[in-house]
């Protein structure tokens, strides 16, 4: 699960990590309210935040026309002006795709006096199953670039999930950014409190971008989180109700949002043949294969190890939401999951919503006998398959593509 920023930031103060005043506001009078508050607080400029789930709101253009989901406003009355071409206004950038995303929340800030920016983030580590602080003296950047372009100026540490963090960890890290002084003592203490927000919230991804060290009012320097990003194990979520009530429906296709009351994780595509897959890597494999044969995957839809007969429903049924689709391939491999159970999910499904696009069903594994048999006594009008390949083909030639 994503959250927006300003809420980011509430999780990470709890852990003492330095962040600027910022205030949420979903209407012009929240936003001239919380940008008097900023003023009042001494701050000579007030920036106002767009919250979507996405980044790159800088540069982005809203399709209005106006430019820029982030503006650095001198006055009360210019920051509710940009409010107001931003408020109820679709944003695009580039990771939202052509569609954009609907503004509905904007963060009120104050403005920061900003010497230096830096990257840090912890995250899991597959490879080696630890907890991975990584930082870098190119803030402002994204991570990628610079991975791709100056690998040497990634800092990497990774922590024992035993003891956690250390302090000598935290200093190294503030060490490998190369601040001194008082610059170095805050930014350790950061650090530790980046890292425990990542471990108390049980979130794959704390993401500070820029982590800036910035100049307080009275002359002093620090540093804060002047952006964040937060992604959540969805997993651990039962932990955090707190967290959970986080989640913004407004941010999640409508189709994605049905798809998880099921436990399915379902994400929707640009092509037509829509795929329906037990676990995430058959259904990448056969996202895959499908484009191998010339066809254009509509969805991938990973229905679960243990999927039931009314889970396999639903999940025809989200699929033929998709006006897109012309033809699905079930591609189902039997460990834990009953072919059977898949079969006579699908056969109910077929009936119910009076499919009338090819469908081409590839069974193998546990109790597949009994799954083809089903299917074959159906009276249904499908198509089956021995082998991905196979299902892949003629799934691609009965759409005709």
Not at 164 to 178: C, E, N
Not at 200 to 209: G, P
Not at 249 to 277: H, M, Q, T
Not at 368 to 397: C, F, H, N, P, Y
Request: proline share 3%; hydrophobic share 45%; with cysteine.
């Amino acid at each position: 699960m994503n959250i927006h920023e300003y809420q980011a930031k509430k999780l990470l103060a709890q852990y003492g990590v330095a962040v600027p005043l910022e205030i949420p506001a979903q209407s012009l009078d929240e936003v001239r309210a919380a940008a008097e508050k900023i003023v009042a607080s001494g701050s000579a400029k007030i920036v106002i935040k767009s919250q979507i789930h996405a980044g790159g709101r800088g540069k982005g253009s809203f399709t209005s026309g106006f430019q820029g989901g982030v503006k650095a406003a001198s006055t009360v009355d210019e920051a509710v002006a940009f409010a107001e071409k931003m408020l109820g206004n679709v944003l695009v950038t580039k990771q939202t795709g052509p569609d954009g995303r609907r503004v509905q929340t904007l963060l009120v800030a104050s403005g920061a006096k900003i010497r230096k920016e830096f990257y840090l983030a912890v995250l899991l580590d597959r490879a080696v199953g630890r907890p991975l602080v990584m930082a870098s003296t190119e803030g402002g950047m994204d991570i990628e670039e610079v991975a791709a372009k100056t690998p040497e100026k990634i800092f990497k540490e990774w922590i024992d999930p035993a003891v956690g963090i250390m302090p000598f960890q935290a200093r190294k890290t503030a060490a490998a950014l190369g601040l001194k002084g008082d610059l170095f003592n805050a930014a350790a203490k950061f650090v530790t409190g980046v890292f425990k927000t990542w471990w108390e919230c049980d979130a794959w991804l704390v993401e500070i971008n820029p982590l800036c060290a910035v100049e307080l009012p009275e002359g002093k320097e620090s540093v804060v989180a002047l952006d964040a990003k937060i992604s959540l194990d969805d997993n651990g979520l039962y932990r955090h109700p707190d967290i959970q009530a986080m989640r913004d429906l407004n941010e999640e296709a409508p189709l994605e949002i049905e798809a998880s009351k099921f436990n399915l994780n379902y994400i929707k595509l640009d092509g037509n043949i829509a795929c329906l897959v037990n676990g995430a890597g058959l259904a990448m494999a056969t996202m895959d294969i499908i484009q191998h044969f010339g066809g254009s995957p509509a969805n991938f839809l990973d229905v679960g190890g243990g999927a039931s007969q009314e889970q396999v429903a639903a999940a025809f049924k989200i699929i033929l939401q998709d006006p897109n689709v012309k033809g699905i391939l079930v591609n189902i491999f039997g460990g834990i999951m009953d072919c059977n159970v898949i079969a006579t999910g699908i056969v109910a499904a077929v009936k119910e919503t009076h499919l009338k696009i090819p469908l081409v069903v590839r069974l193998e594994g546990n109790n597949v006998v009994a799954g083809r048999k089903t299917l074959a006594e159906s009276g249904l009008k499908l198509i089956t398959a021995d082998s991905m390949a196979d299902a892949a083909q003629k799934v691609v030639k009965a759409v005709g593509k």
